[in-house]
């Protein structure tokens, strides 16, 4: 796969994601959280899903459901990696 495949894997996977959390909330019948309606939260939320994107190219997936993969799990590979930072640093 080509880097930009990867990237479009990893970047797919994560909007899939939100798309679900979505649908779930339609189907139970709860009202859909005010931050959908935000720009803010918009912007936020698409800028992760590009760095997903980059991280799958990062991680040099290789496949299709490696590279959605990653993706998805995007997030908490961020969260980890930046909990390794030392305190003092920040």
Do not use: N
């Not at 139970?28 to 720009?39: E, G, Q």
């Not at 698409?46 to 997936?61: D, P, R």
């Not at 459901?65 to 908490?76: M, R, T």
């Amino acid at each position: 796969m080509s880097k930009q495949e990867v990237f479009f894997w990893g970047f797919g996977a994560s909007i899939a994601l939100e798309v679900v959390t979505v649908y779930q909330l339609y189907l139970s019948h709860t009202r859909i959280p005010t931050r959908y309606k935000r720009l803010g939260f918009l912007v936020i939320r698409f800028a992760l899903a590009v760095i997903a994107g980059g991280v799958a190219v990062a991680f040099e997936a290789e496949t299709p459901l490696l590279a959605a993969s990653i993706g998805i799990a995007a997030p908490l590979i961020i969260q980890r990696l930046s909990s390794d930072i030392p305190k003092d640093l920040i």
